[in-house]
């Protein structure tokens, strides 16, 4: 803003010293000689240059940040949270120890036989006693020792709705740090930082430009205001439907920067960030419909080495092989690679993304970055 002032300031002077008519004592005025130079424009933004003045001083920095999408006052995203009540589940759930854990006739009763193997384990469960020790009833009416710690909470995160789609990129900043993010003054570690700090999950900034400084991209988010790419989770919109997409509906993975994309009709409806794959459990890039929906789903791997089980998983939808669009109620932060393949979302994103989505909606998995391998022998039936 100061720089728009100083801007302002030299227009101004160049305006009272610019050459004006010569008046006589008598107040008529005498032949002038003709100017060397057109008169500065007024501030503003000049797309194509003007043929009456010179779009100068203020005005070519105007029109600087117009070109970027940056305009002043800035532009507000055409967006609104989604409905709060969509992060509700009606499970409780608790994570087991990584231990041999039984499962009982009754609380404190015989063993039946059954068991969950050590590893990543969570099980939805219907009530809770303490008799010499607490026991959880799960829903099959079984009964397990309470080896592990219940779920109190999970993330409530949502990502956002659009009523059109916006001009410009945008980002949620993440806790790739610390939980609070610090806004530097030019793309460089070393530039002196603003008083702006963002707060991850909860601000949402646009982006304006990039540029590579340090080895690192560096994102623009207003004037001279500059974070590190890498702490953003930014959706590019783009309307132009991938190829082989035959609808005006689509959902667009991008697997570099963390991000899902809703559209329809051509436009951008929602948008949020996710949680992909984690080396070497990769999400595989193509163009996939989405072949089974279901509002919840078991998802176990029965492997030894990599056990899992996880009841109950929310809305989920299948569109390569077992991979999936699905809730995570296990996770507390996204933006990160951390699944075994599938495309992991908060339970509210999932939620929305389930009431959207019909059986035969396209999907979009790309990475732009290239790292994610397409060899099909590294995508096995399974994933989570």
């Known amino acids: 803003m100061k720089r728009i002032f100083l801007y302002l300031l030299v227009a101004s002077l160049l305006f009272s010293i610019l050459p004006g008519r010569d008046v ?11 100017q060397s130079g057109a008169v500065v424009c007024a501030p503003n933004v000049y797309m194509s240059a003007p043929d009456d003045c010179l779009p100068l001083g203020p005005s070519t920095y105007l029109t600087e940040m117009a070109k970027l999408g940056l305009t002043f006052p800035p532009r507000a995203l055409p967006a609104y949270k989604p409905d709060p009540t969509l992060t509700q589940l009606p499970y409780f759930y608790f994570k087991l120890e990584e231990d041999i854990v039984p499962i009982l006739s009754g609380p404190g009763g015989s063993e039946t036989g059954q068991y969950f193997q050590p590893g990543f384990v969570y099980v939805s469960y219907v009530d809770r006693v303490e008799s010499n020790g607490v026991y959880y009833m799960l829903p099959n009416g079984g009964w397990i020792p309470g080896k592990g710690s219940r779920i109190g909470e999970y993330s409530n995160f949502q990502g956002l709705q659009f009523k059109s789609t916006p001009h410009n990129a945008f980002a949620w900043p993440l806790p790739f740090y610390t939980d609070s993010i610090p806004v530097h003054r030019a793309p460089s570690y070393s530039a002196p930082l603003t008083s702006n700090i963002l707060y991850p999950y909860v601000d949402i900034v646009q982006v304006y430009a990039t540029q590579n400084a340090d080895g690192v991209d560096w994102n623009m988010i207003g004037p001279d205001q500059w974070v590190e790419a890498r702490i953003l989770a930014t959706v590019i919109p ?14 667009d993975v991008d697997l570099a920067e963390q ?64 991979r999936a669009l699905h809730g995570a109620y296990w996770r507390t932060r996204f933006g990160y690679p951390q699944s075994h393949g599938c495309v992991n979302l908060s339970v509210g994103d999932a939620h929305w993304l389930f009431n959207w989505a019909h059986e035969g909606d396209f999907v979009y998995v790309h990475d732009p970055s290239g790292l994610t391998p397409i060899d099909p022998a590294l995508y096995p039936d399974w994933a989570y």
């Open 24 to 34: 006589t004592a008598q107040g008529t005025t005498s032949e002038e000689e003709p």
């Open 238 to 251: 783009n309307t132009t439907p991938p190829e082989g997409v035959t609808t005006g509906r689509w959902i």
């Open 259 to 322: 991000t899902l994309a809703v559209y329809d009709n051509y436009q951008l409806v929602f948008a949020t960030v996710i949680a992909s794959w984690l080396e070497p459990f990769w999400t595989r890039p193509g163009l996939f419909q989405i072949y089974q929906k279901k509002e919840t789903e078991t998802m176990r791997n029965n492997d030894p080495t990599d056990y899992y089980y996880l009841d109950n998983v929310p809305w989920t939808m299948y569109f390569d092989k077992a």
